[in-house]
């Protein structure tokens, strides 16, 4: 019988705490624009060791950009991107010990039109002319007062002459267009001339507006089709 050499052995037990993480940016329900860079940023600490890694996660799936130190940040390239996002983040302590928190959801939409905003509306004149855009991907303005049945986008008609002036907006079959026609030059101190909307009742997809316009004045026309 062969006896092997022995010697003391020592067993411990000891609590053991998983790491703390929170994710500081982005915050829940934000929207970025495709191809604006989106920041992931955490805070994670261990009581009882250090804190290894935090990596990010996009899907719950794949977990990427692990950090081993302060500060634990991954910028993200959204140009590939498109809808909500899941974002999670995840700490794992030197006992190999993980949490998770999150997830935040994040839109990613693609860009709006050259005159989504107020500021970029898109002027023209003229007592017989017309214009062309699209409302895709068109949001709502921080300020903007409302009398449409969507989102808008911007234009800015001057008035040639004074007197009485039909404006138009048409969209494509299946679409509801609807427009309304303002004075003022900040978003903040629109005042509404008057509005209308395509409410079914014919075939034309189409809304007009009869104002009397003033010589020189321009005129504010937000539009959008839903």
């Known amino acids: 019988i062969a006896v092997g050499a022995g010697g003391p052995v020592q067993i411990s037990v000891v609590a053991s705490a998983p790491p703390a993480v929170r994710l500081v940016s982005p915050t829940n329900d934000a929207v970025y624009v495709r191809g604006e860079p989106l920041e992931l940023r955490a805070e994670a600490n261990d009581a009882d060791g250090q804190v290894r890694t935090v990596e990010f996660s996009l899907d719950?799936?794949?977990?990427?950009?692990?950090?081993?130190?302060?500060?634990?940040?991954?910028?993200?390239?959204?140009?590939?991107?498109?809808?909500?996002i899941r974002v999670l983040v995840r700490a794992t302590d030197d006992a190999g010990l993980q949490t998770i928190a999150?997830?935040?959801?994040?839109?990613?939409?693609?860009?709006?039109?050259a005159n989504d905003n107020f500021a970029d509306r898109i002027p023209f004149t003229g007592s017989f002319t017309s214009v062309t855009g699209s409302t895709a991907s068109a949001t709502w303005e921080t300020g903007e007062v409302s009398f449409l049945r969507g989102e808008s986008v911007w234009w800015s008609w001057t008035a040639p002459e004074s007197g009485l002036f039909t404006i138009v907006a048409t969209a494509p079959t299946g679409y509801?267009?609807?427009?309304?026609?303002?004075?003022?030059?900040?978003?903040?101190?629109?005042?509404l001339v008057t509005n209308s909307a395509f409410v079914g009742d014919d075939g034309t997809f189409s809304t007009r507006v009869v104002i009397e316009a003033e010589r020189g004045r321009t005129y504010p026309i937000a539009v959008a089709s839903g």
């Open 176 to 191: 509801w267009p609807s427009l309304s026609v303002f004075t003022g030059t900040e978003l903040s101190d629109l005042a």
């Open 60 to 84: 719950g799936l794949t977990w990427a950009a692990a950090a081993t130190s302060e500060p634990f940040v991954w910028s993200v390239n959204t140009s590939t991107l498109f809808g909500f």
């Open 102 to 113: 999150g997830p935040v959801e994040v839109l990613v939409r693609p860009p709006g039109p």
